[in-house]
C-alpha cells in the first residue's frame, strides 16, 4: 500500500510563509501528476495547483503568483511554497499523487493525510 505523507503547515500571520512537503513511502514505479487541494468546513475539497512529472505546472487562479509547486522525481516528493498568505487560504490542505507501482499498468490516485493551514492574527 502507497503511503502519501505530508509535512508542514500550522499556524501563520497574514502576509506570511508556509511550505508543505509529500512524500510517496514505498517502492514506485512513477508518479504522473501531484498535486495539492484545499477544503474548508461545509465547504467541497477545491483543486489548488498540480504538476506533472515533466515538469509544467498549474496553479488555482487565486493562488498563481503566491504559491509555487515543484518536486523531486527521484526522491518522490512535492512541495507547495505558500507566500503572502491571506485568512481566505485557510484550509486543511491535502497532497494527491497519481502513482504507478512496479508490474503495474496504470497510475492509481492516493491522498495524504491532510493538514490545517490557518492564516490569523
Known amino acids: 500500500q502507497v503511503q502519501v505523507v505530508e509535512s508542514g503547515g500550522g499556524v501563520v500571520q497574514p502576509g506570511g510563509s508556509l511550505r508543505r512537503s509529500c512524500a510517496a513511502s514505498r517502492s514506485i514505479f512513477s508518479i504522473n501528476t501531484m498535486a495539492w487541494y484545499r477544503q474548508t468546513p461545509g465547504n467541497e475539497c477545491t483543486w489548488v495547483a498540480s504538476?506533472?512529472?515533466?515538469?509544467?505546472?498549474n496553479y488555482r487562479e487565486s493562488v498563481r503568483g503566491r504559491f509555487t509547486i515543484s518536486r523531486d522525481n527521484t526522491k518522490n516528493t512535492a512541495w507547495l511554497q505558500m507566500n503572502s498568505l491571506s485568512p481566505d487560504d485557510t484550509a486543511v490542505y491535502s497532497c494527491?499523487?497519481?502513482?504507478?507501482?512496479?508490474?503495474?499498468?496504470?497510475?492509481?490516485?492516493?491522498w495524504g493525510q491532510g493538514t490545517q493551514v490557518t492564516v490569523s492574527s
Open positions: 494527491y499523487a497519481e502513482v504507478r507501482l512496479p508490474l503495474a499498468h496504470t497510475y492509481r490516485g492516493y
Open positions: 504538476m506533472v512529472s515533466g515538469g509544467a505546472t
